[in-house]
C-alpha cells in the first residue's frame, strides 16, 4: 500500500475540532510507517467529496480520510463519482465524535493503531447505498457506507448538528436525542421495501449498511458491509417512555426482540410521507422525503 500515490484527506474541525492539534502527530506516524502522501485540508462541508474526486481523477489510487464519519462519506462520494473508483482504495484514520464506520468495517478506532494498519495489504469489498431524497425542491442523490434513514434518528442529527461543536463524544449525540424526544411526533409512512408495500406510523426507519450508527447505538447486530443486502429497521409507533426504556439496549443491540421493532433484508426501499419527514446518511443531515435506498455491491475498496 506504501507504494500506491497516496493523497490524506484531513478535516480539521472533526472530533470537536481536535482533528487539527492531532494531525501533526498523525503526519508523524504515517511517515514512520513508511506511507509516502500528499495532503489537504478541508475547509467546510461538501469539500472533501471535491477534494477526494479530484485526486481519485487525478491518478491517486489511495485516498486516507483522517476526520469523522461524515469526512469518510465525503471521501467515498468523491471516490465513486471519479473515473477511477473501481481503482482506488479508502483508508480511515477515526478522528471523530462518532467512529460508527469504523466500528462496523473493524477498523481502530484510535488513531495511532488505524495509522500503523494503514499499509496494511488486507481490502475488504464493501457494498454501498444510494439514496435518493428531496432537498429545496430538487431531487438529489447521496452515496453512504454505513447507514442512512429517515424520521426520529434524522431529527437528532438536525438537533445534533445545533449543538457546539467543542463537546466531544456521544454528548451531542445523546443531547440532541434528548432535545428531540420531547417534541418528535412519529410519522405515517408509506414503505415499500423489494416490493411488499406497507402503511403505517413509525418512529423511524434506518437503512444500514453497517451495524452501528449514533455513536456506538448497535441497531442492526446482523448487517454485514459486504453481505449485498441493506438491513431495514422500521421502529415503529414507539412513545417516548418506551424509547427511553429500550435506549440502554440499542446500545448493546438487544433491542431485536422488541415487538415495535422489525428488520428486514432488501436491495431497494423506499419512504413516502404525507408530513415533512427528515433523511440523514452517515451521520449528515440530507433534506427530506420521499426518498429511495439502493444497492450498489462491491462498489468501494478499503484497507481494513
Same mark, same amino acid.
Given at each position: 500500500?506504501?507504494?500506491?500515490?497516496?493523497?490524506?484527506?484531513?478535516?480539521?474541525?472533526?472530533?470537536?475540532?481536535?482533528?487539527?492539534?492531532?494531525?501533526?502527530?498523525?503526519?508523524?506516524?504515517?511517515?514512520?510507517?513508511?506511507?509516502?502522501?500528499?495532503?489537504?485540508?478541508?475547509?467546510?462541508?461538501?469539500?472533501?467529496?471535491?477534494?477526494?474526486?479530484?485526486?481519485?481523477?487525478?491518478?491517486?489510487?489511495?485516498?486516507?480520510?483522517?476526520?469523522?464519519?461524515?469526512?469518510?462519506?465525503?471521501?467515498?462520494?468523491?471516490?465513486?463519482?471519479?473515473?477511477?473508483?473501481?481503482?482506488?482504495?479508502?483508508?480511515?484514520?477515526?478522528?471523530?465524535?462518532?467512529?460508527?464506520?469504523?466500528?462496523?468495517?473493524?477498523?481502530?478506532?484510535?488513531?495511532?493503531?488505524?495509522?500503523?494498519?494503514?499499509?496494511?495489504?488486507?481490502?475488504?469489498?464493501?457494498?454501498?447505498?444510494?439514496?435518493?431524497?428531496?432537498?429545496?425542491?430538487?431531487?438529489?442523490?447521496?452515496?453512504?457506507?454505513?447507514?442512512?434513514?429517515?424520521?426520529?434518528?434524522?431529527?437528532?442529527?438536525?438537533?445534533?448538528?445545533?449543538?457546539?461543536?467543542?463537546?466531544?463524544?456521544?454528548?451531542?449525540?445523546?443531547?440532541?436525542?434528548?432535545?428531540?424526544?420531547?417534541?418528535?411526533?412519529?410519522?405515517?409512512?408509506?414503505?415499500?421495501?423489494?416490493?411488499?408495500?406497507?402503511?403505517?406510523?413509525?418512529?423511524?426507519?434506518? $437503512?444500514?449498511?453497517?451495524?452501528?450508527?449514533?455513536?456506538?447505538?448497535?441497531?442492526?447486530?446482523?448487517?454485514?458491509?459486504?453481505?449485498?443486502?441493506?438491513?431495514?429497521?422500521?421502529?415503529?409507533?414507539?412513545?417516548?417512555?418506551?424509547?427511553?426504556?429500550?435506549?440502554?439496549?440499542?446500545?448493546?443491540?438487544?433491542?431485536?426482540?422488541?415487538?415495535?421493532?422489525?428488520?428486514?433484508?432488501?436491495?431497494?426501499?423506499?419512504?413516502?410521507?404525507?408530513?415533512?419527514?427528515? $433523511?440523514?446518511?452517515?451521520?449528515?443531515?440530507?433534506?427530506?422525503?420521499?426518498?429511495?435506498?439502493?444497492?450498489?455491491?462491491?462498489?468501494?475498496?478499503?484497507?481494513?
Amino acid at each position: 500500500m506504501s507504494k500506491l500515490r497516496t493523497k490524506v484527506i484531513v478535516n480539521p474541525v472533526a472530533g470537536a475540532y481536535s482533528t487539527r492539534r492531532k494531525w501533526p502527530l498523525i503526519s508523524k506516524l504515517l511517515k514512520r510507517i513508511g506511507l509516502s502522501f500528499d495532503f489537504e485540508y478541508t475547509e467546510g462541508v461538501g469539500h472533501a467529496i471535491e477534494l477526494a474526486r479530484t485526486a481519485a481523477s487525478d491518478g491517486y489510487r489511495y485516498l486516507v480520510a483522517v476526520g469523522g464519519d461524515g469526512t469518510v462519506n465525503e471521501v467515498a462520494n468523491g471516490i465513486l463519482y471519479s473515473t477511477h473508483a473501481t481503482k482506488t482504495v479508502l483508508g480511515v484514520v477515526s478522528t471523530g465524535t462518532g467512529s460508527d464506520f469504523a466500528r462496523s468495517a473493524g477498523i481502530p478506532r484510535d488513531y495511532a493503531t488505524a495509522c500503523s494498519a494503514l499499509t496494511s495489504s488486507r481490502r475488504l469489498s464493501i457494498d454501498v447505498g444510494v439514496i435518493e431524497y428531496q432537498s429545496e425542491g430538487q431531487t438529489l442523490q447521496r452515496f453512504f457506507v454505513n447507514a442512512a434513514g429517515a424520521g426520529f434518528d434524522a431529527a437528532v442529527v438536525k438537533e445534533t448538528e445545533r449543538f457546539p461543536k467543542f463537546f466531544g463524544g456521544t454528548i451531542p449525540y445523546v443531547a440532541g436525542l434528548v432535545r428531540t424526544l420531547f417534541s418528535y411526533k412519529n410519522k405515517p409512512v408509506v414503505l415499500n421495501v423489494e416490493g411488499e408495500v406497507e402503511s403505517c406510523r413509525v418512529l423511524s426507519v434506518v $437503512v444500514a449498511n453497517g451495524g452501528y450508527l449514533g455513536g456506538g447505538m448497535h441497531i442492526v447486530p446482523g448487517a454485514e458491509l459486504g453481505d449485498s443486502l441493506l438491513d431495514v429497521a422500521i421502529i415503529g409507533d414507539m412513545g417516548k417512555f418506551e424509547l427511553l426504556k429500550e435506549l440502554p439496549k440499542v446500545y448493546k443491540g438487544t433491542h431485536v426482540n422488541h415487538p415495535k421493532f422489525k428488520m428486514k433484508k432488501a436491495t431497494h426501499i423506499t419512504v413516502e410521507s404525507p408530513e415533512p419527514m427528515l $433523511v440523514y446518511a452517515d451521520g449528515e443531515l440530507l433534506g427530506e422525503c420521499p426518498a429511495s435506498f439502493w444497492l450498489m455491491p462491491a462498489a468501494l475498496s478499503i484497507v481494513v
